[in-house]
């Protein structure tokens, strides 16, 4: 597997050395993308897709799966369709690096998962001639990289992740719910219509004002919403005593936590699992993809079922 040297931070050279494991990825997922493609679809998200081009009388060798049937009956003469390949399709990774995600009880950080499966991600899409670009943001700080073609997106977005780390977590009067209405407002925009764009958050504040924002910029998008969580997040330890470590850029602290009784556990992970429910309510019921993520969860099998998802919810042939 791979090997990384911090649970609480990641750099530059960690995210850049993830192509191999991006390669391995695609190889395992690229019979499914090269897939024959019957009918009008969608295209894959993290694939290659065609764009429809025109409708012309069918002429000998055309695919038989592609006539328009519509035009054929109006007309009396067999059509089909053409398309062309679509190229660079807009990539957009959407990180979040507010004051919740800097947290984890197993393996790492939600921060540092978001940020590892966005290296993963990204690698994919240029690997796939995507033009990849982001949103990287905190509580009170962000930043935008417009889709680019080739590794300068994609650097331009790793150096970002890597700034956002560096920031001092903010006592400022921002809320998390403020910065994470701020960031999917600009959506509008900065994305293009027809986008890929992956949004990798624990959604802590995802309220009615953020649904009202996201909810007017979905249908123009082809969104998958990846749910960061730790397992504490589900389920709460035994009461007790625990020391926890606070990691910052300027040290770190220890101090202790009394959980509390069993009966305020339960209502606590009920609690998480209908915040989870409401927020995959939210994007399936509108066509978009909800995967959960969990920090002590295998990196690379997150990442392969994140790709895996994508790709068959739009790749598989039409009815």
């Not at 699992?273 to 309510?281: H, P």
């Not at 909800?290 to 994140?306: F, G, M, R, V």
Request: hydrophobic share 40%.
């Amino acid at each position: 597997g791979v090997q990384f040297n911090s649970p609480v931070n990641t750099s530059l050279d960690e995210l850049v050395q993830l192509r191999r494991s991006a390669v391995a990825l695609q190889r395992l997922t690229r019979k499914k993308s090269l897939a024959p493609i019957a009918g009008v679809v969608n295209s894959p998200r993290l694939g290659r897709g065609l764009d429809f081009a025109e409708v012309r009388s069918y002429q000998p060798g055309d695919d038989v799966r592609m006539i328009d049937w519509k035009v054929t009956a109006r007309t009396g003469t067999a059509h089909t369709k053409l398309f062309v390949e679509e190229r660079e399709r807009p990539f957009f990774l959407i990180v979040d690096f507010r004051n919740g995600m800097r947290f984890g009880t197993q393996v790492m950080f939600k921060s540092v998962l978001a940020a590892r499966l966005s290296a993963l991600l990204a690698w994919s899409a240029v690997g796939a001639q995507d033009r990849v670009g982001g949103f990287v943001f905190s509580n009170d700080w962000h930043t935008q990289i417009r889709p680019q073609p080739g590794r300068r997106g994609l650097m331009k977005l790793f150096r970002s992740i890597i700034e956002a780390q560096s920031q001092t977590p903010s006592d400022s009067p921002a809320t998390e719910e403020d910065a994470l209405v701020q960031c999917l407002s600009q959506l509008r925009h900065v994305v293009q219509s027809g986008s890929s764009v992956i949004l990798l958050s624990d959604f802590s504040g995802f309220n009615d004002d953020a649904k009202s924002v996201l909810g007017s910029v979905l249908p123009k998008l082809d969104m998958v919403a990846v749910h960061i969580t730790d397992p504490i997040e589900h389920h709460l330890p035994a009461s007790g005593r625990y020391t926890v470590r606070s990691s910052q850029v300027s040290g770190a602290d220890k101090f202790a936590i009394q959980t509390g009784r069993d009966t305020r556990s339960r209502q606590y992970t009920q609690s998480q699992a209908e915040q989870a429910e409401r927020v995959k309510s939210f994007f399936t019921s509108r066509g978009h993809v909800y995967i959960k993520a969990s920090t002590h969860q295998p990196l690379l099998d997150t990442a392969a079922s994140i790709i895996n998802r994508t790709m068959a919810d739009k790749s598989d042939p039409a009815p």
